[in-house]
């Protein structure tokens, strides 16, 4: 085929936040005929999208970014221009890209003769949870019954957390010698620390009033409530603090 005959006439609006891949590929888009629009993150995407009244044939999104991450953006972007298509581009492996899922597993210490085990999995975003966040993390209480199968009635709700990205879930789930339940969170996603859901200053991991980049040491065992926060946890009581903290500074432990 006639190279003449590959190249293009439609519009694209290019989204990516590393500026020199940004501009690559623009330039090689252009040289073979396609009218581009740039932008380096969702919400600029967005701005050209309502200045811009022609047609955008396009949207070809970076899928990590900071703020906005690329499935938010076409979300956005359909609402205003719904005719026009949507490729996906990432560094990333679809793995990386989408960490949701069965994410941890512990059998209580006393599983012999109490059965219960517990499971540590992604969810749908919970009703209430803030706007444009990805889903819900949540750890539930099983038992096995004397028939040796999963008791279908059983089953306990421990902890539920909202999560902003689909990434950086953590996940590792066990007991320690002390029958406290150890709990690794990750850092909430995106790349950096940073975006939709993270501490701006500092990011989530270094703050100690948020769960995220953690390493939690909760009691869930024969508890009234979903857990118990045990007393010897070393930030117990301190102000602007989860006591549920047992060590910080995470990215995405599993």
């Known amino acids: 085929v006639p190279s003449e005959e590959l190249r293009g006439t439609e519009t694209i609006l290019l989204v990516e936040d590393e500026k020199g891949v940004r501009e690559f590929s623009g330039r090689v888009l252009r040289e073979n005929g396609y009218t581009v629009f740039e932008a380096e993150s969702g919400q600029a995407a967005l701005d050209v999208l309502g200045r811009h009244e022609g047609p955008v044939d396009l949207l070809l999104t970076d ?45 209580s210490p006393h599983f012999a003769t109490d059965g219960y085990f517990y499971v540590y999995y992604s969810t749908s975003l919970a009703d209430g949870a803030p706007d444009g966040w990805s889903h819900t993390n949540v750890i539930v209480e099983h038992k096995v019954g004397a028939d040796g199968q999963v008791d279908p009635n059983h089953a306990r709700t421990v902890f539920t957390m909202d999560w902003p990205q689909s990434n950086h879930n953590g996940g590792t789930l066990a007991f320690g010698p002390d029958e406290m339940l150890y709990v690794a969170t990750g850092d909430g996603g995106n790349k950096n620390d940073v975006g939709l859901g993270h501490n701006a200053q500092i990011g989530n991991a270094q703050d100690m009033n948020s769960l995220l980049g953690k390493m939690m040491r909760i009691d869930v065992l024969d508890v009234t409530d979903a857990w118990d926060t045990p007393d010897d946890n070393p930030y117990v009581g301190l102000p602007n603090v989860k006591g549920e903290i047992w060590a910080y500074g995470f990215r995405n432990p599993y």
Request: no cysteine; charged share 20%.
């Open 63 to 107: 899928v990590v970014m900071p703020g906005m991450g690329g499935f938010d953006l076409a979300r956005r972007a359909s609402v205003l221009r719904p005719g026009s298509g949507v490729l996906y581009m990432s560094g990333y492996t679809e793995e990386m890209i989408d960490e949701r899922g069965l994410l941890g597993l512990a059998f």
